[in-house]
């Protein structure tokens, strides 16, 4: 303010731009749920029914189509299933569809470069192995990461030496955790920095998964709904107040400790018929100098 058109702003004015509205263009009774933008194109779909509309690459908003298509007209298309999310990836657009579908959408110009189709080609896959929401679904470098109907934490991507898209499931380290998890309400998957970021908020957890060390790292008490990248720092929107918190940000809470515990598995010391005894045990690692430690051995029966 004031309209700048009008003339009479000074530097420090907040200017914002008007948002735009449209009417359901493309079809009767059709309510877009997911969208996603490829090569110019306007992707939408209804996520309580199979039609894809793709709009025209010259207007985002004219889904008007024409027999044969020519580059750059839109298109009408079906999956098997409703789609549930899309992700862009390479030069492709990738539809998850119903619990169990993925798809690929590819560009094919005839021969005398006039008409250009558009097929939308469903790959392999397996029961409960698509994307549970939109949500759930990431860019993550040469790869897209996503949660399942499984649920499993999987890769969606190119394996070295192998020509079609493999998928690869990174979570079954963690498996009973994730059996445990109601990822039926919003989760969010984010890439930051070489980690993969999966706020489960109807569980008030964050789980990180270090895509170049590939491991897990334990998982955080927080309860977070969504994850952005602001200014080159990653925050978390709060699920239960209005607050949101900078992450990676030092090794304490708004000044307050942070209470984490590393629980180890069970260790028999060779056959577990063997009776074995002690009164002192050692352990070493590595911790800031301000941490406050308490070691717990848990032997014997129970």
């Given at each position: ?165 493999q998928s690869v499931p990174l979570s079954d380290p963690i498996k009973p955790d994730f059996d445990d998890l109601d990822f039926t309400v919003d989760p969010h998957v984010k890439f ?84 074995k005894n002690h009164d002192e045990y050692y352990s070493e690692g590595y911790i800031s100098g301000n941490t406050d430690l308490t070691l717990a051995l848990k032997y014997d029966f129970?």
């Amino acid at each position: 303010t004031p309209d700048p058109t009008a003339g009479g702003h000074v530097a420090g004015d907040v200017i914002v731009q008007a948002i735009r509205t449209h009417a359901n263009t493309p079809a009767a009774n059709f309510n877009p749920g997911i969208i996603a933008v490829l090569n110019n194109y306007n992707w939408i779909a209804d996520i309580q029914k199979r039609t894809l509309y793709m709009s025209k690459d010259s207007d985002y908003t004219d889904f008007a189509t024409v027999s044969p298509r020519i580059p750059g007209g839109a298109l009408f298309s079906q999956t098997d299933s409703s789609p549930q999310s899309f992700v862009v990836q390479e030069k492709s657009l990738y539809i998850s569809a119903g619990k169990n579908e993925w798809y690929q959408v590819l560009f094919t110009k005839s021969a005398d470069l006039v008409n250009e189709s558009v097929s939308v080609e469903r790959l392999k896959t397996a029961p409960l192995q698509a994307a549970i929401s939109q949500g759930a679904v990431a860019n993550s470098k040469n790869d897209v990461v996503f949660i399942t109907n499984e649920p499993t934490f999987t890769t969606l991507g190119r394996i070295q030496n192998v020509s079609e898209v493999q998928s690869v499931p990174l979570s079954d380290p963690i498996k009973p955790d994730f059996d445990d998890l109601d990822f039926t309400v919003d989760p969010h998957v984010k890439f930051f920095k070489n980690k993969t970021w999966i706020t489960v908020p109807s569980s008030s957890k964050v789980f990180i998964y270090d895509m170049i060390r590939q491991y897990w790292f334990p998982p955080w008490n927080m309860s977070i709904s969504r994850f952005e990248i602001i200014g080159g720092s990653l925050y978390g929107h709060s699920s239960a107040v209005p607050e949101t918190y900078l992450l990676e940000d030092g090794y304490n809470d708004n000044e307050s400790p942070i209470h984490s515990i590393a629980s180890f598995a069970y260790r028999n010391f060779g056959d577990r018929a063997n009776m074995k005894n002690h009164d002192e045990y050692y352990s070493e690692g590595y911790i800031s100098g301000n941490t406050d430690l308490t070691l717990a051995l848990k032997y014997d029966f129970g």
